[in-house]
């Protein structure tokens, strides 16, 4: 199956030959002709299986088409997190390079001003989180009757965060009449029901039925003392046995975060913290260094680093076992 055979446009095709991209992944063959025709998509996948690209290349086509006006986005994605609504908004720029699509990104622990004027001037794409999305609503710097499509992201980390009755409320403010794809990994009862609320007749995809790991992923158990101190203490020892080119070191909780990455870099290690309560900017600037391989080591909170897409990563570690086993 070639990209070609999908139906999207020359630019697209251009834009996803550029990418290096040779073939579509499964829930992109399937997704994608779907959401040309205009149908709704029922998707349950995660991160890693092409997602973001199975309903951003569409989307640029279907906008190719009309023009925005102020303050009237025609789309909406909904996101979880601010990583995640920046990683969209990146893919948006990669495959839209030969289109003029007009893209606004709402993410909390920013200005309002810069978010502001760019709705001012009308967007195709607006990329948020609920919260965000909500205080300019409710600010009068939004109207969202002209939406068309809608995409919900990662819905199950939605419910966890707690966003479902912010995401409900911002649906009920679209038109009724719209075209909606709904992600997620798993389907707990809360997410059905909210996709049944959501969907009309939608095209239902999975393309891994259970959360498994890739099998390129060696498993490794390492016993330890329960203090934390002696925890540190094991961490170090493996980071400097293993040959880590660069790692994740997950952490439950914040102030665990930050302390462990004090620690490792006490101890002379590369390490940086990130975590939800850290000024966006400085998330942005933690992130960016990471990727640049400037910091080998970034200590995070599971929910602060998900989904994040790094090439090459050499290690995860779980400094305490998460408290979702999918994660
Ligand atoms: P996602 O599941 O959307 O987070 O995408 C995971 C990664 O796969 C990203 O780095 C994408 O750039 C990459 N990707 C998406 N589609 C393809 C494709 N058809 N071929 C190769 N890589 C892809």
């Known amino acids: 199956m070639t990209f070609r055979e999908l139906g999207l446009s020359d630019e697209v095709l251009k834009a996803v030959a550029d990418a290096g991209y040779e073939h579509p992944t499964p829930i992109q063959e ?168 959501f969907l009309i007749n939608p095209k239902q995809i999975t393309v891994s039925p259970k959360i498994s790991t890739a099998e390129t992923v060696q498993h490794f158990l390492a016993p330890t003392r329960s203090k934390d101190f002696e925890k540190r203490e094991t961490l170090r020892r493996i980071l400097k046995a293993e040959k880590v080119k660069n790692a994740l070191i997950f952490c439950n909780r914040k102030r665990d975060v930050d302390v462990v990455a004090r620690s490792l870099k006490r101890h002379g290690f590369l390490a940086a913290a990130l975590h939800g309560d850290m000024a966006q900017s400085a998330r942005t600037e933690t992130l960016e260094a990471f990727k640049a391989g400037d910091i080998t080591y970034l200590v995070a909170t599971d929910v602060a680093g998900r989904g994040i897409d790094i090439v090459g990563l050499s290690h995860v570690f779980n400094f305490d076992v998460p408290f979702h086993a999918e994660d």
């Open 30 to 197: 399937q997704a994608i002709p779907q959401v040309l025709m205009g149908r709704d998509i029922l998707g349950c996948a995660q991160t890693g299986t092409g997602k973001t690209a199975s309903f951003t290349l569409p989307m640029i086509d279907i906008l190719a088409q009309g023009r925005a006006r102020a303050r009237m986005p025609r789309s909406l994605i909904l996101t979880p997190t601010r990583e995640l609504a920046a990683q969209i908004a990146e893919n948006f720029e990669i495959y839209g390079k030969y289109n003029k699509l007009a893209m606004a990104l709402l993410i909390g622990g920013e200005n309002f001003g810069p978010q502001m004027e760019k709705l001012d001037r009308g967007v195709d794409v607006l990329i948020a989180t609920p919260g965000r999305l909500i205080d300019h609503f409710e600010r009068g710097g939004l109207l969202l009757t002209d939406v068309k499509i809608l995409v919900i992201d990662e819905a199950d980390r939605m419910l966890d965060m707690g966003f479902i009755p912010d995401v409900e409320r911002i649906v009920s403010f679209l038109p009724k009449i719209r075209q909606t794809l709904f992600f997620s990994a798993t389907f707990p009862p809360e997410v059905k029901r909210l996709s049944d609320s």
